[in-house]
Structures are given as structure tokens and as C-alpha cells.
């Protein structure tokens, strides 16, 4: 069964820095473009960083410069580094296949990322 499984979520400070960690089971996510996006509750995903299977990045024009994507093919993960959070970065995050707002979900349990003084 192919999934992918999120974790490193928690509660920091504005100004914090957090980083998460997606898993993939099932299938090596080494060919895989992976992407990141997150969830307010009762609004819609919002696309946040894609990491293409050659390793080249792009970000939302609202987390660039803060946030950095990367990749360990030996460990099939795929980390999102996130520096400098706001508050308005407050939601679950998800990891998913695909690039940017082509994506596929795999059903993984999301982790929360609470941005609060």
C-alpha cells in the first residue's frame, strides 16, 4: 500500500522554526515530485512547496524565503524546513505526489503546525 506519512508538527512561537518530515511506504520516493500543502479547518488545501524528483524547488510567493524543501532518496523522506512562521502558518500540513496544484493525497494523517504567542 503506497502512503505517505507526515510528522514534526507542534507548537512554536511566531518567529520559530519547525521542521517536518514526510515518510513515503509502499513505493520509493525517489521518482516521485513531492509536494506540500496544508489546511485551515473548513477551508481548502493550500498549496505550499513542491520538490521535484531531480530536486529543484518551488514556493508559494507567501513562504518563500522561509521555508526550504528537501529531499533524502536513501531515507525516502522529504523534509520542509520552516523558518521565521507567522501565525497565519497555522494549519495541517500534508504531503502529497505531485507538482504544485497537481497532486494526489495518500491518505497520511497530516501534522498540526500551531503558530501562537
Known amino acids: 500500500e503506497m502512503r505517505l506519512v507526515e510528522s514534526g508538527g507542534g507548537l512554536v512561537q511566531p518567529g520559530g522554526s519547525l521542521r517536518l518530515s514526510c515518510v513515503s511506504s509502499?513505493?520509493?520516493?525517489?521518482?516521485?515530485?513531492i509536494t506540500w500543502v496544508r489546511q485551515v479547518p473548513g477551508q481548502g488545501f493550500e498549496w505550499v512547496s513542491s520538490?521535484?524528483?531531480?530536486?529543484?524547488?518551488v514556493y508559494a510567493d507567501s513562504v518563500k524565503g522561509r521555508f526550504t524543501s528537501s529531499r533524502d532518496n536513501a531515507k525516502n523522506t522529504i523534509y520542509l524546513q520552516m523558518n521565521n512562521l507567522k501565525i497565519e502558518d497555522t494549519a495541517v500540513y500534508y504531503c502529497a505526489t505531485g507538482w504544485i496544484n497537481r497532486y494526489r493525497l495518500w491518505g497520511g494523517p497530516g501534522t498540526q503546525v500551531t503558530v501562537s504567542s
Open positions: 520538490i521535484g524528483s531531480n530536486g529543484s524547488t
Open positions: 509502499g513505493f520509493p520516493s525517489r521518482g516521485y515530485d
